[in-house]
T-cell receptor, first 110, second 113 residues
């Protein structure tokens, strides 16, 4: 079946850029998503990219998609302590079959 | 505020209790989902309902029983649970079909003693 993989932990210093990476196996993915989960809360959609795009920028967030290598990344510029959370990569096929990665716990050090 | 509301936010129950988790969405979506999030494990899909019909049951034990009386409400009935069922249970909704962006509730944290 489809699989989504992420590294489990990332630590960065406040003000630095964070890059969270994700790989997936489903070549028929239509959308790829980044969700954020703060402590004690549910998942919130951060951003998403359609599979025919290479890059999407939204304020401090930059999503890069390499469809050939099935690699997705999320870059957070000027990382703040409020960005500390778990970030989930997810992919779907026309909303029929969401598959989530295990999540990357981002720790922002002062 | 995502438009998906889950109650209760926290629940502690014994192994012989019967309880229910409730999810409500005011987004006009037609698909609703139950996910389980355990520590150190990927998010697991449990059930999917499309237009009130269950379209997916991801090999979930029968001690979890979903109910979807209408497109806006989803329940998860719990009985004779095990301690390993302790987890965060997340409800989500989406439009069916293309652009199925998921909207998640805050989750119900369940502890089984």
């Amino acid at each position: 079946g489809e699989d989504v993989e992420q590294s489990l932990f990332l630590s960065v210093r406040e003000g630095d850029s964070s890059v969270i990476n994700c790989t997936y196996t489903d070549s028929s993915s239509t959308y790829l998503y980044w969700y954020k989960q703060e402590p004690g809360a549910g998942l919130q959609l951060l951003t998403y990219i359609f599979s025919n795009m290479d890059m999407k920028q939204d304020q401090r967030l930059t999503v890069l998609l390499n469809k050939k290598d099935k690699h997705l990344s999320l870059r957070i510029a000027d990382t703040q302590t409020g960005d500390s959370a778990i970030y989930f990569c997810a992919e779907d096929n026309y909303g029929q079959n969401f598959v989530f990665g295990p999540g990357t716990r981002l720790s922002v050090l002062p | 505020e995502t438009g998906v509301t889950q109650t209760p936010r926290h629940l502690v129950m014994g192994m012989t209790n019967k309880k229910s988790l409730k999810c409500e969405q005011h987004l006009g979506h037609n698909a609703m989902y139950w996910y389980k999030q355990s520590a150190k494990k990927p998010l697991e899909l449990m059930f999917v309902y499309n237009f009130k019909e269950q379209t997916e049951n991801n090999s979930v034990p029968s001690r979890f029983s979903p109910e979807c009386p209408n497109s806006s409400h989803l329940f998860l009935h719990l009985h004779t649970l095990q301690p390993e069922d302790s987890a965060l249970y997340l409800c989500a909704s989406s439009r069916s079909g293309a652009d199925g962006e998921l909207f998640f509730g805050e989750g119900s944290r369940l502890t089984v003693l």
